[in-house]
Protein backbone atom coordinates (compact mmCIF):
# COMPACT_ATOMS: atom_id res chain seq x y z
CA UNK A 1 0.00 0.00 0.00
CA UNK A 2 2.90 2.12 0.98
CA UNK A 3 4.63 1.65 -1.97
CA UNK A 4 1.67 2.15 -4.11
CA UNK A 5 1.11 5.53 -2.78
CA UNK A 6 4.32 6.47 -3.37
CA UNK A 7 4.47 5.29 -7.11
CA UNK A 8 1.06 7.59 -7.25
CA UNK A 9 2.43 10.68 -5.69
CA UNK A 10 5.65 10.30 -8.19
CA UNK A 11 3.34 9.90 -11.54
CA UNK A 12 1.51 12.75 -10.36
CA UNK A 13 4.61 15.20 -9.82
CA UNK A 14 5.67 13.60 -13.17
CA UNK A 15 2.47 14.78 -14.57
CA UNK A 16 2.30 18.15 -13.10
CA UNK A 17 6.38 18.54 -14.39
CA UNK A 18 5.36 17.50 -17.60
CA UNK A 19 2.37 20.48 -17.99
CA UNK A 20 4.47 23.24 -16.37
CA UNK A 21 6.91 22.20 -19.50
CA UNK A 22 4.71 22.29 -22.32
CA UNK A 23 2.91 25.55 -21.00
CA UNK A 24 5.79 27.09 -20.14
CA UNK A 25 7.60 26.27 -23.47
CA UNK A 26 10.83 27.17 -22.26
CA UNK A 27 14.21 26.16 -22.85
CA UNK A 28 14.76 26.93 -18.92
CA UNK A 29 12.22 23.98 -18.27
CA UNK A 30 12.75 21.02 -20.01
CA UNK A 31 10.18 18.24 -19.92
CA UNK A 32 10.53 15.20 -18.18
CA UNK A 33 11.25 12.86 -21.53
CA UNK A 34 13.96 15.59 -22.64
CA UNK A 35 16.05 15.24 -19.12
CA UNK A 36 15.18 10.98 -19.48
CA UNK A 37 16.63 11.24 -22.76
CA UNK A 38 19.82 12.95 -21.74
CA UNK A 39 20.12 11.03 -19.00
CA UNK A 40 20.49 8.05 -21.28
CA UNK A 41 22.76 9.82 -23.35
CA UNK A 42 25.11 10.57 -20.64
CA UNK A 43 24.93 6.92 -19.49
CA UNK A 44 26.03 5.35 -22.60
CA UNK A 45 29.19 7.54 -23.29
CA UNK A 46 29.80 6.42 -19.73
CA UNK A 47 30.32 10.22 -18.31
CA UNK A 48 27.37 9.32 -16.31
CA UNK A 49 28.52 6.61 -14.49
CA UNK A 50 31.78 7.92 -14.23
CA UNK A 51 30.77 11.11 -12.48
CA UNK A 52 28.40 9.36 -10.28
CA UNK A 53 30.95 6.82 -9.37
CA UNK A 54 33.55 9.62 -8.46
CA UNK A 55 30.97 11.48 -6.64
CA UNK A 56 30.43 8.24 -4.43
CA UNK A 57 33.42 7.30 -3.70
CA UNK A 58 34.05 10.82 -2.19
CA UNK A 59 30.93 10.27 -0.18
CA UNK A 60 31.62 6.72 1.24
CA UNK A 61 35.33 7.95 2.10
CA UNK A 62 34.49 11.64 4.40
CA UNK A 63 31.36 9.69 5.18
CA UNK A 64 32.99 6.96 7.03
CA UNK A 65 35.72 9.10 8.20
CA UNK A 66 33.51 11.20 9.83
CA UNK A 67 31.89 9.05 11.67
CA UNK A 68 34.27 7.06 13.07
CA UNK A 69 35.63 10.49 14.17
CA UNK A 70 32.40 11.35 15.44
CA UNK A 71 31.52 9.05 17.19
CA UNK A 72 34.82 8.76 19.50
CA UNK A 73 34.09 12.47 20.05
CA UNK A 74 30.42 12.57 21.37
CA UNK A 75 31.15 9.16 23.29
CA UNK A 76 33.89 11.37 24.79
CA UNK A 77 31.72 14.24 25.58
CA UNK A 78 29.18 12.63 26.98
CA UNK A 79 30.94 10.82 29.41
CA UNK A 80 33.57 13.46 30.46
CA UNK A 81 32.32 16.87 31.97
CA UNK A 82 36.07 18.21 31.53
CA UNK A 83 35.85 17.11 27.79
CA UNK A 84 32.66 18.77 27.05
CA UNK A 85 33.58 22.50 28.72
CA UNK A 86 36.72 22.08 27.10
CA UNK A 87 35.80 21.48 23.36
CA UNK A 88 31.82 22.39 23.23
CA UNK A 89 32.74 26.08 22.16
CA UNK A 90 34.83 24.92 19.08
CA UNK A 91 32.71 22.04 18.37
CA UNK A 92 29.51 24.80 17.96
CA UNK A 93 32.01 27.26 16.07
CA UNK A 94 32.42 24.48 14.03
CA UNK A 95 29.04 23.33 14.09
CA UNK A 96 27.81 26.81 12.99
CA UNK A 97 30.46 27.55 10.31
CA UNK A 98 29.18 27.79 6.73
CA UNK A 99 29.82 24.41 4.61
CA UNK A 100 31.29 27.07 1.73
CA UNK A 101 33.64 28.73 4.40
CA UNK A 102 34.97 25.18 5.53
CA UNK A 103 35.28 24.09 1.87
CA UNK A 104 36.66 27.21 0.72
CA UNK A 105 39.44 27.34 3.70
CA UNK A 106 40.17 23.46 2.72
CA UNK A 107 41.20 24.33 -0.90
CA UNK A 108 43.59 27.46 0.57
CA UNK A 109 45.19 25.14 3.50
CA UNK A 110 45.70 22.17 1.14
CA UNK A 111 45.32 23.13 -2.18
CA UNK A 112 43.07 21.68 -4.93
CA UNK A 113 43.81 18.34 -3.82
CA UNK A 114 41.28 15.49 -3.17
CA UNK A 115 42.79 15.39 0.28
CA UNK A 116 41.54 19.24 0.74
CA UNK A 117 38.01 17.85 -0.85
CA UNK A 118 37.50 15.05 1.57
CA UNK A 119 38.83 16.75 4.80
CA UNK A 120 36.29 19.73 3.61
CA UNK A 121 33.16 17.66 3.63
CA UNK A 122 34.54 15.44 7.03
CA UNK A 123 34.62 18.86 8.91
CA UNK A 124 31.07 19.84 7.77
CA UNK A 125 29.72 16.52 9.06
CA UNK A 126 31.60 15.40 11.75
CA UNK A 127 29.97 18.25 14.55
CA UNK A 128 26.38 16.73 13.48
CA UNK A 129 27.70 13.38 14.35
CA UNK A 130 29.41 13.92 17.74
CA UNK A 131 26.49 16.49 19.15
CA UNK A 132 23.96 13.26 18.09
CA UNK A 133 26.79 10.85 19.76
CA UNK A 134 26.89 13.15 22.73
CA UNK A 135 23.16 12.74 23.71
CA UNK A 136 23.39 9.05 23.39
CA UNK A 137 26.24 9.13 25.96
CA UNK A 138 24.41 11.63 28.23
CA UNK A 139 21.30 9.00 28.12
CA UNK A 140 22.56 5.92 29.18
CA UNK A 141 20.36 3.59 31.77
CA UNK A 142 21.77 4.18 34.87
CA UNK A 143 20.62 0.39 36.13
CA UNK A 144 22.99 -0.91 33.32
CA UNK A 145 25.80 0.58 34.58
CA UNK A 146 24.92 -0.27 37.69
CA UNK A 147 24.64 -4.13 37.19
CA UNK A 148 27.62 -3.45 35.12
CA UNK A 149 29.52 -2.56 38.40
CA UNK A 150 27.99 -4.84 40.25
CA UNK A 151 29.16 -7.69 38.28
CA UNK A 152 32.72 -5.92 37.71
CA UNK A 153 32.58 -5.93 33.93
CA UNK A 154 35.98 -4.69 32.40
CA UNK A 155 36.24 -2.48 29.66
CA UNK A 156 35.93 -4.76 26.25
CA UNK A 157 32.51 -6.74 28.21
CA UNK A 158 30.87 -2.75 28.79
CA UNK A 159 31.41 -1.61 25.43
CA UNK A 160 30.13 -4.43 23.69
CA UNK A 161 27.19 -4.91 26.19
CA UNK A 162 26.19 -2.00 28.09
CA UNK A 163 27.67 0.83 25.53
CA UNK A 164 27.22 -0.41 21.90
CA UNK A 165 24.05 -1.76 21.99
CA UNK A 166 22.31 1.90 23.53
CA UNK A 167 24.03 3.90 20.81
CA UNK A 168 23.46 2.01 17.81
CA UNK A 169 20.14 3.85 17.30
CA UNK A 170 21.80 7.04 17.93
CA UNK A 171 24.57 6.02 15.57
CA UNK A 172 21.87 5.28 12.97
CA UNK A 173 20.43 8.63 13.30
CA UNK A 174 23.77 10.17 13.17
CA UNK A 175 24.36 7.93 9.13
CA UNK A 176 20.95 8.52 8.31
CA UNK A 177 21.40 12.52 8.62
CA UNK A 178 25.02 12.90 7.79
CA UNK A 179 24.76 11.20 4.21
CA UNK A 180 22.28 13.93 3.44
CA UNK A 181 24.62 16.04 4.08
CA UNK A 182 27.60 14.60 3.14
CA UNK A 183 26.64 14.08 -0.30
CA UNK A 184 25.13 17.80 -0.99
CA UNK A 185 28.40 19.30 0.71
CA UNK A 186 30.57 17.01 -1.65
CA UNK A 187 28.67 18.58 -4.57
CA UNK A 188 29.82 21.87 -3.35
CA UNK A 189 33.29 20.94 -2.77
CA UNK A 190 33.29 19.62 -6.43
CA UNK A 191 31.51 22.53 -7.92
CA UNK A 192 34.28 24.61 -6.24
CA UNK A 193 37.57 22.86 -7.03
CA UNK A 194 37.38 19.22 -8.17
CA UNK A 195 37.75 18.21 -12.29
CA UNK A 196 35.21 15.81 -12.04
CA UNK A 197 32.21 14.33 -10.01
CA UNK A 198 28.54 15.26 -10.69
CA UNK A 199 29.64 18.61 -9.10
CA UNK A 200 32.06 19.55 -11.19
CA UNK A 201 29.26 17.97 -14.12
CA UNK A 202 26.23 20.28 -13.13
CA UNK A 203 29.26 23.70 -12.97
CA UNK A 204 30.11 22.55 -16.16
CA UNK A 205 26.85 22.30 -18.10
CA UNK A 206 25.72 25.58 -15.43
CA UNK A 207 28.24 27.66 -17.71
CA UNK A 208 26.79 26.42 -20.98
CA UNK A 209 23.40 27.29 -19.91
CA UNK A 210 22.35 23.68 -20.32
CA UNK A 211 19.41 23.43 -17.48
CA UNK A 212 18.47 20.09 -18.62
CA UNK A 213 21.72 18.19 -18.13
CA UNK A 214 21.60 20.12 -14.51
CA UNK A 215 18.65 18.24 -13.78
CA UNK A 216 19.32 15.53 -14.87
CA UNK A 217 22.29 14.94 -13.17
CA UNK A 218 20.98 16.25 -10.11
CA UNK A 219 17.72 14.00 -10.10
CA UNK A 220 20.21 10.74 -10.15
CA UNK A 221 22.06 12.01 -7.86
CA UNK A 222 19.00 12.56 -5.77
CA UNK A 223 17.59 9.00 -6.98
CA UNK A 224 21.47 7.26 -5.97
CA UNK A 225 21.44 8.46 -1.83
CA UNK A 226 17.50 7.98 -1.93
CA UNK A 227 18.21 4.81 -2.95
CA UNK A 228 20.78 3.95 -0.77
CA UNK A 229 18.54 5.39 2.72
CA UNK A 230 15.51 3.19 1.86
CA UNK A 231 17.34 0.20 0.66
CA UNK A 232 20.45 0.27 3.37
CA UNK A 233 19.86 2.79 6.19
CA UNK A 234 15.95 2.48 7.06
CA UNK A 235 16.03 -1.11 7.05
CA UNK A 236 19.42 -0.69 9.49
CA UNK A 237 17.27 1.66 11.48
CA UNK A 238 14.28 -0.78 11.86
CA UNK A 239 16.54 -3.96 12.43
CA UNK A 240 18.45 -1.48 15.36
CA UNK A 241 14.82 -1.00 16.96
CA UNK A 242 13.56 -4.40 16.74
CA UNK A 243 16.55 -5.97 18.43
CA UNK A 244 16.68 -3.30 21.56
Not at 23 to 36: E, F, G, N, Q, Y
Amino acid sequence: MAVAARLASLLILLALWQLAATLADTRTLPSPSAVAAFVLREIQTGGMLFNVGVTLARVAVSFVIAMSLGLVLGVLLGRSRVADRALDTPLLVVLNTPALVITVLAYVWLGLTETAAIVAVALNKLPNVAVIMREGARSLDPGLEEMARTYRFDRRTWIAHVLVPQLQPFAVAAARSGISLAWKIVLVVELIGRPNGVGFAINYYFQLFDVTAVIGYSLVFMTVMLAIDTLVLQPLDAHVRRWR
